[in-house]
């Protein structure tokens, strides 16, 4: 379809890069500065605060490449974040890899489920693909409670040690992997909205058939989306189980991951990378005042309230708001 | 895994009798989903309150819980009309409806389940009525009150909506809407109000459904979600628009649960409703008794 | 140049359920060629398109292009393969501006990578079709024409051997139909077959060099445009309507 090497010759890739490797540079920047923020207040829990947020910022941005920009609702996501986990508990009790090494393998494994379950369930509609993803999600879970060996539904114990050279605290080092993939997944996620296959897929999502017709491989596009998709959601499952540090299948397949997942790129807005992120932003710097200051029950009923109220008020979510705003400017 | 002839037969007596609760939690979504087009993924939410609200007119009252739930079917099917009012107004009337209505009603499963939560607490809630404990002994067969009643409810609610959407004025025009909005429009019909009617009828079934489950075992707010893939999986698996489908397909499940708890454990049975909605889709979409 | 069609059919059969489509149609498209399709509304004209650019499949029968048969393949091969369509109701793509309208088929069937050749292109072939000014606007922005025009746009841009315009022009005004139609004769000057389904008979007679006309889901007729119409079974199925 189209040589890749075109993308790296000639003076105008020589321009790209230069860009690539500045976006890179700021983002690294950002991302020192936000760590040594944390570590100011003395306490891990400001790290593992962040770790939250920053994994809802990566899980909104992985989602939404299939969600937002293929327009395929995806309700397994805690089926694909789970994979990342249990990849990341079988490696602890057999090969005791470093992290660095699990994350990739995780999402080798969610990447193939993602692949697997597009080819069987991407030819349904709307509303049958998000309840077949489901399906999808929940055959999973109900595998993983039978599985003896990562401890059924009793779960398995994964210990860490305290600290970590030279990123000084585990819950310091915990943060920064997180911040990565954060970071990796956003970029990602941008990289595709403004490449040709973002493009693809914006048609595709407007109207198939017209796609299809325009040379848009529609099948392929979107078994594209949902690997990636699925693979960056695995990856983010990786560190979670030392994390939490006790892994069950309620945990690995939580509903509160699941949901907001879903509902911060949806309060966000789900046409552009920058949706997710203020989504998770938003709505898990919400969660995580609600859980110190009154209860973690509340925060489903928060992503609910929210999700209802946006939804309603500001259907294109909060960037598509704005947008509109501006739009209606003279 | 013991096979054993009378344990297979309770087994598959447990399941129909189950399959007639299904029935009653699943006719809703046919006609909200099914015949009209509303994803009301939250309609298991709306279960879980009908059982709550038996519940607490059991406790409180010492009423029947499904004698108090059939009371509860009118101010339901009045909520179920506002609900859809708005649904229409933010999102239908827009042309919105598919991602966005789908989030709203996946925002209102939360926000009703949360609520009941901090109503009624996590702790499992169940009922006192007469026919809870009580079983009909056949043979080697045993057929526990507590679930034939439910399965005589859910088969007269479904008998009762078949015939009031062949044989009433509005029942047909629910029927119409269905194939054909343009159509009734043209004979003066008004789609939105009839629309509006049989999805207040739909909140109303999960609302009775609610009282049928907490007579069949104690409930707590979070079981809604395990109804979601039910739900779907019968729609689907009966063919989406048609109620005698659903009859036969919420047996099937009934029975295909009842089997695999019984010979396998329960820790296998979310799978079945789930495993059954993938084989349906993937070998014959339209169900049953779809066209 | 070849003597054989660079689009055609063999005996192809169109089913919905017991209701037949298209009874065994036989038809040919030469290169560079200008044909016209006609018949009354429901003759099976848009089925037929549907079958030869893979949006509906075919019962029985063939589909050949360039020498290839394509009856099997995905409407998105053919339309790499250099087989275009416009759509009867324009089918833009909203959530992309008009110039990346455009953009779509000139990455996906013409391969091209680079951004700022991709523009240039887009802009070019927005210039043909008359709406550069709107290239960075919304298509819910164009007016009725406009749509007609970015749809050809979007069906010519990767340069098409063949393009199938589907009643580019109904419901347009009489300067806004000689608009489409300065437009198709320009890209057939640039080397496409056109196939003009319309009902607007003197932009069809005024346009074609072969006039062919379906009834009822068969080809009734196929040859000089004045002499098919003067046909009498054409007549017929337009008189006696």
């Given at each position: 379809?189209r040589?890749?090497?075109?993308l790296?010759?000639g003076?105008?890739a020589?321009?790209k890069?230069?860009?690539?490797?500045?976006?890179?540079?700021?983002?690294a920047?950002?991302?020192?500065?936000?760590?040594?923020a944390l570590?100011?207040?003395?306490t891990?829990?400001?790290f593992l605060?962040?770790y939250t947020?920053l994994?809802?910022?990566?899980?909104?941005?992985?989602?939404?490449i299939l969600g937002g920009?293929?327009?395929?609702?995806?309700?397994g996501?805690a089926?694909?974040f789970?994979v990342g986990?249990?990849?990341?508990v079988?490696v602890?009790k057999?090969?005791?890899?470093?992290?660095?090494?699990t994350?990739p393998?995780?999402?080798?494994?969610?990447?193939l489920?993602?692949?697997g379950?597009?080819?069987?369930t991407?030819r349904?509609r709307?509303?049958?693909f998000?309840?077949?993803?489901l399906?999808?999600?929940?055959?999973?879970?109900t595998l993983?409670v039978?599985?003896?060996?990562v401890g059924g539904?009793?779960g398995v114990y994964?210990m860490h040690?305290a600290?970590?050279?030279p990123?000084g605290s585990?819950?310091?080092?915990l943060?920064?992997?997180?911040?990565?993939?954060?970071?990796g997944?956003?970029?990602?996620?941008?990289?595709?909205?403004?490449?040709w296959?973002?493009?693809?897929?914006?048609?595709?999502?407007?109207?198939?058939i017209?796609?299809?017709c325009?040379?848009v491989?529609?099948?392929r596009?979107?078994?594209f989306?949902?690997?990636?998709?699925?693979?960056?959601?695995?990856a983010?499952?990786?560190?979670?189980?030392?994390?939490?540090?006790?892994?069950?299948p309620?945990?690995?397949?939580?509903l509160t991951?699941?949901?907001?997942?879903?509902a911060?790129?949806?309060?966000g807005?789900t046409?552009t990378w920058?949706?997710?992120v203020?989504g998770?932003?938003?709505?898990?710097?919400?969660?995580?005042v609600?859980?110190?200051?009154?209860s973690?029950?509340l925060?489903?009923l928060i992503?609910?309230?929210?999700?209802v109220?946006?939804?309603t008020?500001?259907?294109?979510?909060?960037?598509?708001?704005v947008k509109?705003?501006r739009?209606?400017?003279? | 895994?013991?096979?054993?002839?009378?344990?297979?037969c309770?087994?598959v007596v447990a399941g129909?009798l189950l399959?007639?609760f299904?029935?009653a939690v699943?006719?809703g979504?046919t006609?909200a989903f099914?015949?009209?087009?509303i994803v009301?993924i939250?309609h298991?939410?709306f279960?879980?309150a009908?059982?709550f609200?038996?519940?607490?007119c059991n406790?409180?009252?010492?009423?029947?819980?499904?004698?108090?739930c059939a009371i509860?079917t009118v101010?339901?099917y009045?909520v179920?009309?506002?609900?859809y009012?708005?649904?229409y107004?933010a999102?239908e009337?827009?042309?919105?409806?598919?991602?966005?209505?789908?989030a709203f009603f996946?925002?209102?499963?939360?926000?009703?389940?949360?609520?009941l939560l901090?109503t009624?607490?996590v702790?499992?809630?169940?009922?006192?009525?007469?026919y809870i404990?009580?079983?009909?002994?056949?043979?080697?067969?045993?057929?526990?009150?507590r679930?034939?009643?439910p399965?005589l409810v859910?088969?007269?609610?479904?008998?009762?909506?078949?015939?009031?959407?062949?044989r009433?004025?509005?029942?047909?025009a629910?029927?119409a809407v269905?194939?054909?909005p343009l159509?009734?429009?043209l004979v003066?019909?008004n789609?939105?109000k009839?629309?509006?009617i049989?999805?207040?009828?739909s909140i109303?079934?999960a609302?009775?459904?609610?009282a049928l489950?907490?007579?069949?075992?104690?409930?707590?707010?979070?079981?809604?979600?395990?109804f979601?893939?039910?739900?779907?999986?019968?729609a689907?698996?009966?063919?989406m628009?048609?109620?005698p489908g659903t009859?036969?397909?919420?047996?099937?499940?009934?029975?295909?649960?009842?089997?695999t708890?019984?010979?396998f454990?329960?820790?296998?049975?979310p799978?079945?409703a789930f495993?059954?909605?993938?084989?349906?889709l993937?070998?014959k979409?339209?169900?049953?008794?779809g066209? | 140049?070849?003597?054989s069609?660079i689009?055609?059919?063999?005996?192809l059969v169109k089913r919905?359920?017991?209701?037949?489509?298209?009874?065994?149609?036989d038809?040919?498209?030469m290169?560079r060629?200008?044909v016209?399709l006609i018949?009354?509304?429901g003759?099976g004209k848009?089925t037929?398109?549907?079958?030869?650019t893979g949006?509906?499949?075919?019962?029985?029968?063939?589909v050949t292009?360039?020498?290839?048969?394509?009856?099997?393949?995905?409407?998105?091969?053919r339309?790499?393969?250099?087989l275009?369509?416009s759509?009867q109701?324009?089918?833009?793509f909203?959530?992309l501006?008009?110039?990346?309208n455009?953009?779509?088929?000139?990455?996906f069937i013409?391969?091209?990578s680079?951004q700022?050749?991709?523009?240039?292109?887009a802009?070019?072939?927005?210039?043909q079709?008359?709406l550069?000014?709107?290239?960075?606007?919304?298509?819910?922005?164009?007016?009725q024409?406009?749509?007609r025009?970015?749809e050809?746009?979007?069906?010519?841009?990767a340069?098409?051997?063949?393009?199938?315009?589907d009643?580019?022009?109904a419901?347009l005004?009489d300067?806004?139909v000689?608009?489409?139609?300065?437009v198709?004769?320009?890209?057939n000057?640039?080397?496409i077959?056109?196939?003009?389904i319309?009902?607007?008979?003197r932009a069809?007679v005024?346009?074609?060099?072969r006039?062919?006309v379906f009834?009822?889901?068969?080809?009734?007729?196929?040859?000089e445009?004045r002499e098919?119409?003067?046909?009498?079974?054409?007549?017929r199925?337009y008189?006696?309507?």
């Amino acid at each position: 379809m189209r040589p890749a090497s075109a993308l790296l010759s000639g003076p105008r890739a020589h321009h790209k890069a230069l860009r690539a490797l500045a976006t890179l540079a700021i983002c690294a920047a950002g991302g020192a500065a936000v760590v040594f923020a944390l570590g100011l207040a003395g306490t891990d829990y400001a790290f593992l605060a962040a770790y939250t947020v920053l994994q809802f910022v990566a899980l909104a941005s992985a989602w939404n490449i299939l969600g937002g920009y293929a327009g395929y609702v995806n309700f397994g996501v805690a089926g694909f974040f789970a994979v990342g986990v249990y990849t990341s508990v079988v490696v602890y009790k057999t090969l005791q890899w470093p992290l660095i090494f699990t994350i990739p393998l995780a999402a080798v494994f969610a990447g193939l489920l993602g692949l697997g379950m597009g080819y069987l369930t991407l030819r349904l509609r709307g509303v049958f693909f998000s309840i077949a993803t489901l399906a999808f999600s929940i055959v999973l879970n109900t595998l993983i409670v039978n599985w003896a060996f990562v401890g059924g539904s009793r779960g398995v114990y994964v210990m860490h040690p305290a600290s970590i050279e030279p990123f000084g605290s585990y819950a310091r080092y915990l943060v920064i992997i997180m911040l990565i993939l954060a970071i990796g997944c956003v970029l990602i996620a941008r990289a595709i909205e403004r490449s040709w296959i973002g493009n693809g897929l914006a048609a595709l999502k407007d109207d198939e058939i017209a796609a299809e017709c325009a040379g848009v491989p529609s099948l392929r596009i979107k078994l594209f989306a949902t690997t990636l998709s699925g693979a960056l959601l695995g990856a983010i499952g990786a560190p979670f189980p030392y994390f939490i540090t006790y892994v069950d299948p309620a945990s690995a397949f939580s509903l509160t991951i699941a949901v907001n997942t879903i509902a911060m790129p949806l309060i966000g807005g789900t046409a552009t990378w920058l949706g997710p992120v203020i989504g998770a932003l938003l709505l898990g710097t919400l969660q995580q005042v609600a859980t110190v200051t009154i209860s973690s029950a509340l925060n489903l009923l928060i992503v609910g309230i929210l999700l209802v109220v946006f939804i309603t008020v500001a259907p294109n979510g909060i960037v598509g708001f704005v947008k509109g705003l501006r739009e209606k400017r003279p | 895994m013991i096979f054993s002839l009378d344990l297979f037969c309770n087994a598959v007596v447990a399941g129909i009798l189950l399959g007639g609760f299904y029935c009653a939690v699943a006719v809703g979504i046919t006609i909200a989903f099914g015949m009209l087009d509303i994803v009301n993924i939250a309609h298991p939410a709306f279960v879980m309150a009908g059982g709550f609200i038996a519940y607490f007119c059991n406790t409180k009252f010492g009423v029947d819980p499904v004698l108090a739930c059939a009371i509860a079917t009118v101010p339901a099917y009045i909520v179920g009309r506002l609900v859809y009012r708005f649904y229409y107004h933010a999102f239908e009337k827009r042309g919105e409806e598919s991602l966005q209505g789908l989030a709203f009603f996946f925002g209102l499963l939360f926000i009703i389940e949360v609520g009941l939560l901090l109503t009624f607490g996590v702790d499992y809630r169940f009922v006192e009525a007469a026919y809870i404990g009580p079983t009909i002994d056949v043979g080697f067969i045993s057929i526990p009150w507590r679930l034939l009643v439910p399965l005589l409810v859910g088969l007269a609610v479904t008998g009762g909506i078949i015939a009031f959407l062949s044989r009433t004025f509005i029942g047909k025009a629910i029927l119409a809407v269905s194939q054909d909005p343009l159509a009734l429009r043209l004979v003066g019909g008004n789609p939105v109000k009839v629309k509006e009617i049989a999805f207040g009828l739909s909140i109303a079934t999960a609302i009775l459904s609610g009282a049928l489950l907490i007579v069949i075992q104690p409930i707590e707010p979070s079981m809604g979600r395990d109804f979601i893939g039910r739900v779907f999986a019968i729609a689907v698996l009966g063919g989406m628009t048609s109620l005698p489908g659903t009859i036969m397909a919420s047996m099937i499940l009934g029975v295909a649960e009842s089997l695999t708890t019984t010979f396998f454990g329960p820790s296998w049975s979310p799978a079945v409703a789930f495993g059954l909605l993938l084989v349906t889709l993937a070998a014959k979409p339209a169900g049953i008794m779809g066209r | 140049m070849s003597d054989s069609p660079i689009l055609s059919s063999q005996g192809l059969v169109k089913r919905f359920g017991g209701f037949v489509a298209l009874h065994g149609i036989d038809f040919g498209l030469m290169d560079r060629e200008r044909v016209g399709l006609i018949g009354p509304n429901g003759s099976g004209k848009s089925t037929f398109v549907n079958c030869l650019t893979g949006a509906l499949r075919a019962e029985e029968g063939r589909v050949t292009f360039s020498g290839t048969d394509i009856t099997a393949m995905p409407a998105w091969r053919r339309a790499h393969a250099g087989l275009a369509r416009s759509f009867q109701i324009p089918r833009p793509f909203r959530g992309l501006t008009v110039r990346q309208n455009i953009a779509v088929p000139l990455s996906f069937i013409a391969g091209m990578s680079d951004q700022a050749e991709i523009e240039a292109r887009a802009d070019e072939v927005l210039a043909q079709v008359g709406l550069k000014a709107k290239a960075a606007q919304s298509p819910k922005s164009l007016s009725q024409v406009e749509l007609r025009k970015l749809e050809l746009g979007r069906a010519m841009a990767a340069r098409p051997r063949v393009l199938i315009a589907d009643e580019s022009m109904a419901g347009l005004s009489d300067s806004e139909v000689d608009e489409i139609l300065d437009v198709l004769m320009l890209l057939n000057e640039s080397g496409i077959a056109i196939i003009l389904i319309e009902h607007i008979m003197r932009a069809v007679v005024r346009f074609s060099q072969r006039l062919v006309v379906f009834v009822a889901g068969a080809k009734i007729a196929d040859g000089e445009p004045r002499e098919v119409m003067r046909h009498p079974e054409v007549v017929r199925a337009y008189l006696g309507q």
